[in-house]
């Protein structure tokens, strides 16, 4: 490097090649020092400057391009105000080469100095320089003193100078500890930072079994703490984009990063980063990028342009992978100018932050397989509803939120040879095949037992009771029965008995609610013999019979009574909403269900 003068261009010769020795620049750079004042080296500078009576001393550091002065004294200007010069002004940097001490009484005879820009700018011609060391025993610089005039350097100088250049070394080797005990600890803190990532992740991960929703928690997981930004990309089948999650740490650029995965779909070339971790399976690492690899690999220009907004100066990118080895898609991370470059142990953390995600995709798309599987069971398994004169009928179904199991809710409703109308609900104890067998064969039962005959409905649970024991169906379910008796323009009678299910609720015309409480009786396949009560009502024209299973009303935070006085005050004034649209009320806000709900509606016409 010169300072760009035509003398300083006509006389600069190439540097030792020693300069640019790689562990020496470490240590250099492990100093943390620059061309700033340091009060320390200052101090060496000027007991330098008094002891051997010099107007100029240097605490003189070499790097591969230049010198500067942490330490300093006498020097003109401009150069006390830059604490540093070209090498074409440096005597230090032959120090640094020799790695001994170079002592000139005047180096204009020299020919290794006598060019040097130093002489004339600095005004150097007497040069005494002792070299500055690491534990190593590398020569980062030197300590030197410098006078204007030719000058015969007594051993006792020199000596002087070679102590003070011996405690100079120490205070940077002290310099270049105390970095390095910073950067261990940096380090140890890092660690422990991707532990507790990598756990959260699996928490993350472990948190559900939706491939989307685990996506987008995966993607807030790693961002801000790993990176600036991330894209998480699945590929289905055929090697398209099925999944594309996108996130930036600034909420003010939540568009333009989705825009940007938006894109991504059909916007990589084939030199994209991406698009070879998914072809190969191998990760990249980029610890220094720019747009230019951008553009490089997308094929839409507004990407690069979104790009230089999101920031980009570092990235890498990994395979997920699923069992066997297969690439499911790719994580990629990045960050912007302002954040440290990615580094080999980022994308280690990487690395096993896609592992993870492969198994819970993984485990995602199988939960998919069988919860598809269990609900077309367990749909098969529900009737479809009559349509009657005088009455509509409508009914709902919804299993619990993350469970694969089948069910043991039911509902029911047909019509007697008589015009009658059978409605029932029901809830079989567990949640697995056999309470799916099992309600199956309640439903049957409640069927065979109730159908063309007139008995009154409490009769007929007390004829199932005696079936399921008959039988020997080992099992505790709960079940209410009703009968309807349509009447045209009047109203409709109806009778009910119920063995220990959550009571049904009538939503009158005119927006009214009422609860149909009686006496608790034990559930259906506990009791032993017993006669089960009828109870008698009306339906109005407009009036709503509903029918529910405990997954409406029950949580985990709240009592069933809290439950049920939140589903009336949800259904009060809600007699003139179509019938379809009262179910969807009910059900639309929970969220995450814990337990399968089943719900029949009756409306009188």
């Not at 270049?176 to 140890?188: F, K, S, T, W």
């Not at 998914?278 to 990760?283: A, F």
């Not at 009303?553 to 649209?581: H, K, N, Q």
Request: with cysteine.
């Amino acid at each position: 490097m010169t300072d760009g003068s035509p003398a300083t261009t006509r006389r600069s010769i190439d540097p030792p090649a020693s300069l640019g020795d790689p562990a020496r620049l470490r240590a250099l750079a492990d100093t943390g020092l620059d061309a700033e004042p340091d009060e320390a080296f200052d101090r060496f500078a000027r007991l330098v400057s008094d002891l051997l009576e010099t107007p100029i001393a240097l605490v003189s550091l070499v790097s591969a391009d230049r010198q500067f002065f942490p330490g300093a004294v006498g020097l003109p200007q401009p150069w006390s105000e830059r604490r540093q010069t070209p090498l074409s002004h440096s005597f230090c940097q032959h120090v640094v080469d020799i790695e001994v001490p170079m002592v000139l009484p005047d180096a204009r005879i020299y020919p290794r100095v006598r060019n040097n820009l130093g002489i004339e700018d600095l005004g150097v011609v007497a040069y005494a320089g002792m070299p500055l060391t690491d534990l190593s025993g590398r020569v980062l610089g030197s300590l030197c003193a410098i006078d204007s005039k030719p000058r015969a350097w007594t051993k006792a100088q020199l000596r002087t100078l070679a102590d003070l250049a011996a405690a100079c070394s120490s205070e940077l080797r002290l310099r270049i500890a105390l970095d390095g005990a910073r950067e261990a600890q940096r380090l140890a803190v890092q660690a422990h930072e991707r532990l507790e990532l990598l756990a959260g992740v699996s928490e993350t991960l472990a948190g559900t079994l939706e491939v989307g929703t685990a996506l987008r928690r995966l993607a807030s997981t790693m961002v801000p703490p790993l990176a600036d930004w991330c894209l998480l990309t699945l590929i289905g089948p055929t090697g398209q984009h099925r999944e594309v999650v996108s996130v930036h740490r600034d909420p003010a650029r939540t568009e333009d990063v989705s825009r940007f995965g938006e894109l991504l779909r059909t916007g990589l070339s084939s030199e994209s980063v991406i698009r070879a971790v998914l072809r190969t399976g191998e990760p990249r690492l980029g610890s220094m990028a720019s747009l230019a690899d951008v553009t490089r690999g997308t094929t839409d220009p507004e990407m690069t342009s979104i790009a230089g907004r999101l920031g980009i100066a570092s990235y890498l990118s990994v395979p997920v992978r699923g069992v066997g080895g297969t690439v499911l898609g790719a994580i990629t991370l990045v960050n912007g100018p302002q954040r440290q470059p990615f580094d080999d142990r980022d994308l280690l953390t990487a690395v096993d932050i896609g592992r993870r995600a492969g198994q819970a995709v993984g485990n995602s798309s199988m939960y998919g397989e069988q919860r598809h599987v269990a609900e077309v069971l367990q749909h098969s398994m529900l009737p479809r509803l009559p349509v009657v004169a005088h009455l509509e009928l409508t009914a709902r179904y919804q299993p619990a939120a993350d469970r694969v199991e089948v069910g043991g809710d039911w509902y029911d409703a047909f019509v007697q040879p008589d015009g009658d109308v059978i409605a029932a609900i029901g809830d079989v104890a567990g949640h697995d095949i056999e309470a799916a067998a099992t309600m199956g064969q309640l439903r049957n039962l409640v069927r065979g037992n109730a159908f063309g005959r007139s008995d009154e409905v409490g009769a007929l649970l007390s004829n199932l009771d005696d079936a399921i024991r008959g039988l020997r169906l080992a099992t505790a379910a709960t079940a209410m029965l009703v009968r309807l008796r349509p009447q045209r323009g009047g109203v409709h009678e109806v009778s009910w008995a119920n063995a220990g299910h959550p009571a049904a609720l009538v939503v009158r015309a005119g927006g009214a609610v009422e609860i149909l409480e009686a006496t608790p009786e034990p559930l259906l396949g506990l009791a032993r013999p017993m006669p089960r009560t009828s109870r008698s009502m009306s339906l109005a024209a407009g009036d709503t019979l509903l029918l529910y299973t405990d997954g409406l009303i029950e949580r985990r935070d709240r009592s069933v009574d809290e439950g049920v006085a939140e589903l009336v005050e949800r259904l009060t004034g809600a007699d003139t909403l179509p019938l379809d649209e009262l179910c969807d009320l009910l059900l639309d806000p929970i969220p995450r269900r814990e337990d399968d709900t089943a719900l029949l509606a009756v409306r009188a016409r």
